[in-house]
């Protein structure tokens, strides 16, 4: 019970100090900004540690974070081969290829009043559809290897980023476009300096949903088949093996890998997007 009264020692000291760097006079400061979110993680980690360990909970319902990060640590480049078959070769080359595709098809929707009326209501049903229906029937057509899990991740990532795009490129003010053909700016013309600009956040908030989305369709599609490689392919061999470090380990590199794939994209969106008032200070 020590070990159980730590945690609630720590869990109460983290509170405190995280209270204070975000009530006090240091609120502000880009480091107590850091800081809070920082200490909060620490926090859990050490209670979770602590509460494992007080508990005697067996390691293959909960591992404590030191194994996991021992078995991060000794697994390395089994770790890196799979972080490169999952999200190099599956999310990421999934997510160029089908937000490079919503948006080719948003631009002709746009164009033409029949094609978004009709395209975007099937869109909305598409992206209704279970992925663990769709993926076994994609993972049959394309093969085991990343080609299939490419498929998946653009299945999932092509209607978010189509809806967000074609709402971007109709929210212009219908005084905007009249002073363009005022100016006798061609539909290109309007598009480039308009439009898209206009359309930038939306296209943004797009892409930052399919992030998300590409790390989960790569992973889950894995499930249905996979070569001997792929943090899909590894949590679930793990999990038959009772591995639960493993599998553990396979998750804090899909929420690394997530995490930084997202703040890229939100760091781009930040300097395209400079001018929108959610950037200003």
């Not at 006090?24 to 809070?36: C, H, I, K, M, Y």
């Not at 508990?55 to 000794?74: K, M």
């Not at 892409?207 to 899909?232: D, H, N, R």
Request: some cysteine; glycine content about 8%; overall charge positive.
């Amino acid at each position: 019970m020590g070990l159980i009264a730590m945690a609630l020692a720590l869990w109460a000291a983290g509170w405190m100090l995280n209270v204070r760097l975000a009530t006090g006079p240091v609120a502000q400061t880009r480091a107590a900004q850091l800081a809070v979110p920082i200490i909060f993680g620490l926090t859990l980690l050490g209670i979770w540690e602590l509460v494992v360990r007080g508990l005697d909970v067996p390691g293959v319902i909960l591992p404590a974070p030191t194994a996991i990060a021992a078995t991060f640590a000794a697994q390395i480049d089994l770790l890196w081969q799979d972080f490169v078959q999952t999200f190099v070769k599956g999310a990421l080359s999934g997510f160029a290829m089908g937000c490079a595709a919503a948006f080719a098809v948003a631009i002709l929707a746009d164009r033409t009043e029949f094609l978004r009326r009709g395209i975007l209501p099937v869109g909305n049903f598409m992206a209704a559809l279970p992925i663990v229906g769709t993926a076994p029937i994609l993972v049959m057509w394309f093969g085991f290897d990343w080609q299939s899990k490419a498929a998946v991740v653009v299945v999932m990532v092509f209607f978010p980023m189509l809806v967000n795009t074609v709402a971007g490129l109709q929210d212009t003010a219908a005084m905007q476009r009249d002073l363009m053909r005022t100016y006798g700016a061609s539909y290109l013309q309007t598009l480039i300096k308009l439009r898209l600009p206009a359309a930038m956040p939306f296209i943004f908030n797009g892409l930052k949903i399919s992030t998300t989305l590409a790390l989960i369709g790569a992973i889950v599609a894995e499930f249905f088949g996979s070569p001997i490689m792929g943090v899909g392919f590894r949590i679930s061999t793990s999990v038959g093996q009772l591995a639960l470090d493993m599998v553990w380990a396979e998750i804090v590199v899909a929420a690394l890998a997530g995490t930084l794939f997202y703040g890229a994209v939100a760091a781009l969106e930040k300097r395209v997007t400079f001018w929108h008032p959610s950037h200003r200070r």
